[in-house]
């Protein structure tokens, strides 16, 4: 190459090095690059034998590419030499810039290391530059262009065409060529891991995407209701999807749907249980509002649809229909808690409700005294009208605020009854399992058409007190005896012999029927509990809605009757017995049973086995009381 004259070795060597380095350009791939790498070195640089070493991840080089001989390639390709012989050569010899050669003289002692090498013998040098075939030229190759860089591979070199050591040009242009590589196979790689993430990118776009539409096939055709919510900012809770099973499960269009959040269709009284539900992995049982304005109940579960960058942002709710197995669960209830054969309240249940009324400190305790709270009360407002925290709040026992309470008010016809009634009732109401009246612990839950205005006599009052009661002085107001400002409980007070004839209480009327041992011996079972479930619908139809009629078991009934004087419960009884006497129709044939009614009065401070003790010791008393009439009538 340098057997011309000066000018023209350069502007040649400049040519070829700029070939060289353009065709490193038109490689597509990081393996068309190396092989580009080592035919430059052959075509432009005037080498006959050239070999590309790539540092591998492990720091190993691997012969990547050979060009000149075709042998050379075969016995070279793929072969690997370990990174420490290849420092040790780069550490030898004779530095030409970034440069290292190895003169024949010192290269015999690599023979035996593990550097893929193609080895050829030849006469000692003739004149002090001649190319010896054992002599070695390496060209690093540099992320960085220079030693200061990473390692990434190195180019070797071998017979130069003009049988001669290269010169300075010559050195220059090798080296040159080196830096070139390096920034094509770097680009070479970063294009290779570019199409890769592209490769990958598009993959996962599919899997997304498919993805997406499973989910978007399981949420739209799943057989329970499934929704989708904002969670957090200005929407936070408002429905962002609803599929068909929800939409046809509350009645209601996908479009309609999005107008609303859970808070705005939950149950009144289950807006509590709602907002205590975790967004992850929360649970509920609670009622949705349809379009008809009815409830059903249903289970919710909430998942977090989480986003890597910003954190949760939707909220996903499973909504499944529990309606039958709530209306199963309440069958059981009511079976657990009434008479399979009259329908009424049974014993446990009568216990129950008798003892929710009646606390462990009597009237009248040191614990129960009165305090003043001044000119206002304790709260002068609408938790005052009714004992509040009182199960028996609302007129008649039907407590106050919960959707199927009393509708239609009580008429002020009723003598002595509620002044003025309550006009337009206690709206609620949502018909849910029969709920058009919501369960009263006092209620007997008996069919419609009990209690009739004028059926009492007398002046009687109710469980729940309003506030025209209170300034009538008919019962204990807040701050007044009987009402205790701590739990706002409307304490019971028994009434006895010495009572006011104003007075009122909760009446236990204990009845036992005369005579149904004869007629069940003598007609049979089938005529006696015909007999029963009679008796049990007089007794239901002659009492008002907030009272209770239970049967203890055999041909025992008892009566709850609260807001009643001495004379209205001893009117009661007078006018329950007249109701049973009449014949009773079974299969064709008419019978008769009488009844003994002894009156219990209850009190806090009592048990409710002790309440229904008094009142049976009454009703034996009242029994042997009219036998004895009988028997002197005779």
């Given amino acids: 190459m340098e057997t011309e004259s000066e000018p023209y070795v350069r502007l040649t060597t400049l040519r070829q090095v700029h070939q060289a380095v353009a065709d490193l350009n038109t490689a597509r791939s990081l ?15 005037g080498y006959e034998l050239a070999a590309v070493n790539l540092v591998r991840p492990d720091g190993d080089l691997v012969v990547a590419a050979v060009a000149g001989s075709a042998s050379a390639e075969a016995f070279l390709s793929g072969r690997v030499g370990s990174r420490v012989s290849w420092e040790r050569r780069l550490s030898m010899g004779e530095r030409w810039g970034e440069l290292r050669f190895i003169p024949y003289t010192e290269g015999w002692v690599l023979d035996d290391d593990d550097v893929p090498q193609w080895r050829t013998t030849g006469p000692a040098p003739r004149f002090p530059d001649e190319w010896h075939p054992m002599d070695r030229l390496l060209a690093p190759m540099y992320s960085a262009g220079s030693a200061s860089g990473d390692l990434i591979g190195v180019i070797s070199v071998d017979r130069p065409r003009n049988g001669r050591r290269p010169g300075a040009w010559g050195r220059e242009a090798l080296q040159m060529y080196a830096f070139q590589s390096a920034v094509a196979i770097n680009n070479a790689r970063l294009r290779a891991d570019m199409q890769r993430a592209l490769v990958r990118l598009e993959r996962d776009q599919q899997a997304l995407r498919a993805s997406e539409e499973s989910f978007r096939q399981a949420f739209e055709y799943a057989p329970s209701g499934m929704a989708i919510a904002e969670l957090g900012g200005d929407q936070h809770g408002r429905l962002h999807r609803a599929n068909d099973a929800l939409c046809r499960l509350l009645g209601r269009s996908a479009s309609q749907m999005r107008r609303y959040s859970f808070s705005d269709l939950v149950h009144p009284e289950d807006i509590g249980t709602l907002l205590r539900t975790s967004a992850e992995g929360g649970r509920a049982e609670l009622r949705l509002r349809r379009r008809d304005e009815t409830y059903v109940w249903v289970s919710l579960r909430n998942s977090v649809v989480a986003d890597a960058a910003d954190g949760p942002r939707l909220l996903l709710t499973h909504v499944e229909d529990i309606e039958d197995r709530k209306r199963h669960e309440l069958q059981l209830a009511h079976r657990a808690s009434h008479d399979s054969l009259t329908g009424l309240p049974n014993s446990a249940e009568l216990r129950a409700r008798l003892s929710s009324r009646l606390c462990g400190r009597p009237p009248g305790s040191e614990t129960h005294t009165a305090v003043d709270h001044g000119a206002f009360g304790r709260l002068d407002g609408f938790d005052e009208v009714v004992g509040f925290g009182d199960p028996f709040g609302g007129p008649f026992g039907e407590p106050l605020g919960i959707p199927g309470g009393i509708t239609g008010g009580v008429s002020s016809g009723v003598p002595g009854g509620i002044p003025g009634g309550i006009p337009g009732g206690i709206p609620g109401g949502d018909g849910a399992y029969g709920h058009d009246r919501a369960p009263d612990p006092l209620g007997d839950d008996r069919p419609p058409g009990g209690y009739r205005p004028g059926d009492y006599g007398g002046d009687y009052g109710t469980a729940g007190y309003r506030t025209a009661d209170y300034a009538a002085g008919d019962y204990p107001a807040p701050g007044a005896a009987g009402y205790d400002h701590r739990d706002h409980h409307v304490h019971t007070v028994p009434l006895d012999e010495d009572s006011a004839e104003g007075d009122k209480g909760l009446a236990v009327l204990f009845c036992d029927l ?40 055999g041909d025992e009934f008892v009566v709850l009757a609260d807001g009643l004087g001495r004379a209205d419960a001893e009117d009661l009884a007078v006018r329950l017995r007249n109701a049973i006497i009449p014949p009773i129709r079974v299969d064709g044939r008419a019978v008769r049973v009488g009844a003994s009614f002894g009156i219990g009065w209850a009190g806090c401070g009592m048990s409710a086995d002790e309440v229904l003790r008094s009142a049976d010791q009454r009703m034996y008393v009242e029994k042997r009381s009219r036998a004895r009439t009988g028997r002197r009538a005779g």
């Fill in 31 to 45: 393996a068309d690059t190396l092989q580009t790498v080592a035919e430059g070195v052959v075509n432009g640089l």
């Fill in 514 to 553: 005369d005579g149904f041992k004869s007629i069940n011996d003598r007609f049979g079972h089938h005529t006696g509990d015909a007999v029963l479930i009679e008796v049990a619908r007089r007794l239901s139809s002659g009492v008002r809605d907030g009272d209770t009629v239970a049967r203890m078991g």
